[in-house]
């Protein structure tokens, strides 16, 4: 569910009309709803409610520190994976004991700066890595609580670029490794096991996989316990699947997924972390787009966009899906048009859709991409030189610019010619 519905045949963002920020920002411009965005936190955290737990947005599905100040001030925790989303976190008021620091290359710099400045918990995923964790913070005189992330060699059926629990990917210790490993980490200084960590993919439309790796997860946690460690929390990643198309069967939502983990680990007695990011701000964000040209090819017609995949590359870079809606609703009966939807960038990849069946529209019109909040702004580039794409958060009937698109001047001046030349 959405806050972006047609009224009196326009599209708004929640009471905002979209053609007024397509007017006063410009397109193409990234729209966030902010009642979305609340809502889907809180249904993870009701899902959750049988238990203590605490909900950690995962920060890289979309980062501006405004929609990190929303979900801070509701009381989402933070799940970071490098120093400046760790800063982007703080900067929105979020503390140090809500945020938890994940990722598998993460530098002796950035964990001098998260032991520096407050942190919740470490997620580690490898030998050299807790062994430097456990020089650095010795070294700081401080202890810090750290999970081990365990790869449980459980395909999530998701697509192979965003899957990460197999026994292939680069992502944690493989289970069966996991007791020799805490009991090097629990002698080592300055590090305090306090649970453990899974998270296997992105985009997952079934709860299976979730239900085998949390059971194992449940079964290590007794093993642990056996070993003496104390396994106090579970950090269970994030990775809930959003539909991309309305036409597609809905995946499950917040409250299966908790029943789930009610069901695996309820009984264990720790408290539970999750780290959704694409659920939560998935939906709650919409590209807008206007169109340019409609060109005739040879047998299909291009519907070519002043947005590109320097604005949304998740198109071009996994094969997504994106719904593609006119800001005008189309009147009733009105005859759809096939279009290769495209962007002006110098290559072919630059392509949103092709052979897509949808609203007829001409140059001038502007259209949205429906489902784009997540890994959409945060993806952004200047690629091609095009200045980076704004975003605009709107609540109730207000809105402002959270992130302005930068003049020419702002682009160039960030770069510099060398006296010698
Ligand atoms: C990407 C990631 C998440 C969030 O995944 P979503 O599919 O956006 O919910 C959570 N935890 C870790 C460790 C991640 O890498």
């Known amino acids: 569910m959405d806050h972006f519905l047609y009224r009196d045949g326009v599209l708004q963002a929640e ?32 899902a959750l409610a049988w238990g203590p737990h605490l909900v950690c947005y995962a920060v890289k599905a979309a980062s501006n520190v405004a929609l990190l100040k929303l979900l801070g001030d509701a009381g989402a925790g933070m799940d970071v994976v490098s120093e400046g989303e760790y800063r982007r976190a703080r900067a ?7 945020i938890v620091f994940s990722g598998v290359g993460k530098t002796e710099g950035e964990m001098r700066h998260v032991l520096g400045n407050g942190i919740r918990q470490i997620n580690l995923e490898s030998e050299p890595e807790y062994r430097l964790l456990s020089r650095v913070a010795s070294e700081m005189g401080v202890e810090v609580p750290v999970t081990v992330r365990v790869n449980p060699d459980v395909d999530a059926k998701t697509h192979e670029k965003i899957a990460t629990g197999r026994k292939e990917d680069k992502f944690g210790i493989p289970i069966a490794r996991a007791r020799e490993t805490y009991a090097e980490v629990a002698a080592l200084p300055g590090l305090r096991v306090v649970g453990i960590d899974v998270h296997i993919g992105s985009q997952l439309i079934d709860l299976d996989p979730f239900r085998q790796a949390y059971r194992k997860v449940a079964d290590l946690t007794e093993s642990l316990r056996a070993d003496g460690h104390s ?27 908790g029943q789930v983990i009610r069901d695996e680990v309820g009984h264990l007695g720790c408290e539970i972390e999750i780290e959704p990011g694409r659920l939560i701000a998935g939906n709650a964000g919409i590209l807008l787009a206007s169109v340019t040209y409609v060109k005739q090819g040879e047998g299909r017609d291009f519907l070519i966009l002043d947005a590109a995949m320097n604005d949304l590359i998740r198109p071009a870079m996994y094969g997504a899906h994106h719904d593609i809606v006119p800001l005008r609703e189309p009147a009733p009966g009105a005859e759809p048009a096939t279009y290769d939807v495209v962007g002006p960038v110098c290559e072919s990849g630059d392509t949103f859709a092709k052979g897509r069946t949808m609203a007829a529209v001409g140059a001038g019109d502007v259209v949205a991409f429906r489902s784009a909040g997540a890994y959409g702004a945060v993806m952004s580039s200047e690629y091609n030189s095009r200045p980076m794409v704004p975003e605009v958060l709107v609540d109730g009937a207000d809105w402002a610019v959270i992130r302005p698109r930068p003049t020419y001047d702002d682009m160039l001046r960030r770069e510099t010619v060398p006296d010698w030349l």
Request: net charge negative.
């Open 15 to 46: 009471d905002v009309p979209l053609p007024e920020i397509a007017r006063v920002v410009g397109t193409p411009a990234y729209v966030y709803s902010a009642a979305t965005l609340l809502r889907h936190y809180r249904l993870f955290d009701d």
């Open 92 to 98: 929105a008021g979020v503390p140090g004991e809500r």
């Open 231 to 257: 396994i106090e929390r579970l950090d269970l990643g994030g990775g809930l699947g959003i539909p991309y198309a309305r036409s597609n069967a809905a995946p499950p939502v917040p409250s299966e997924y």
